[in-house]
T-cell receptor, first 112, second 111 residues
Framework: DADVTQTPRNRITKTGKRIMLECSQT?????MYWYRQDPGLGLRLIYYSFDVKDINKGEISDGYSVSRQAQAKFSLSLESAIPNQTALYFC???????????FGPGTRLTVL | EDQVTQSPEALRLQEGESSSLNCSYTVSGLRGLFWYRQDPGKGPEFLFT???AGEEKEKERLKATLTKKESFLHITAPKPEDSATYLC????????????FGAGTTVTVRA
């Protein structure tokens, strides 16, 4: 079974709709991250959380919000989706004392 | 501004034709350089972490090396299953465990 899961894996939506992407992990890690990947730009950090009560903005947080419901769950919301938010979204986890981040399988989001 | 640049953007190899990928960075006070492999439609898979100049790590046909300004990922006698996008990332100093990623090098190995 995958250690980091993301739902949905694919989503097509329309401009102005609210969208939630979910991430769950069974690795027991305390740190969780949301990234966005666009062709030619690499992975960019949207938000990160070092524990349930800690939420931090990354380099491209505008238009996004997050919720850390439990140590194992971290959700990303697009309050009002726009076409330039069409991208691959990845969740990642890591644990205190190590640098390695482990990634989920990704969600392909298309905003029409 | 911290920057990670990978080259080339794409690399086409014949099976068995060894080559190297480059990752150059402008971060001051590097606190870790990471290599990941990403297959189409999947999340990045961790390969290596390097911390200091001169350090080397190997895994099967892959070998990563680090200097003060760049890292190389050497692919020795590649096979078609080595086809993937290889991502480089650096740990940003004074920002705990945040990584800055390059755009990646897409490697295609033909049989």
């Amino acid at each position: 079974d995958a250690d980091v899961t993301q739902t949905p894996r694919n989503r097509i939506t329309k401009t102005g709709k609210r969208i939630m992407l979910e991430c769950s992990q069974t690795k027991g890690h305390d740190r969780m991250y949301w990234y966005r990947q666009d062709p030619g730009l690499g992975l960019r950090l949207i938000y990160y959380s070092f524990d349930v009560k800690d939420i931090n903005k990354g380099e491209i947080s505008d238009g996004y919000s997050v919720s850390r419901q439990a140590q194992a769950k971290f959700s990303l919301s697009l309050e009002s989706a726009i076409p330039n938010q069409t991208a691959l979204y990845f969740c990642a986890t890591s644990t205190l004392g190590t640098d390695t981040q482990y990634f989920g399988p990704g969600t392909r989001l298309t905003v029409l | 501004e911290d920057q990670v640049t990978q080259s080339p953007e794409a690399l086409r190899l014949q099976e068995g034709e060894s080559s190297s990928l480059n990752c150059s960075y402008t971060v001051s006070g590097l606190r870790g350089l990471f290599w990941y492999r990403q297959d189409p439609g999947k999340g990045p898979e961790f390969l290596f972490t390097l911390y200091s100049a001169g350090e080397e790590k190997e895994k099967e046909r892959l070998k990563a090396t680090l200097t003060k300004k760049e890292s190389f990922l050497h692919i020795t006698a590649p096979k078609p299953e080595d086809s993937a996008t290889y991502l480089c990332a650096v740990r940003i100093p004074f920002n705990d465990y945040k990584l800055s990623f390059g755009a990646g090098t897409t490697v295609t190995v033909r049989a």
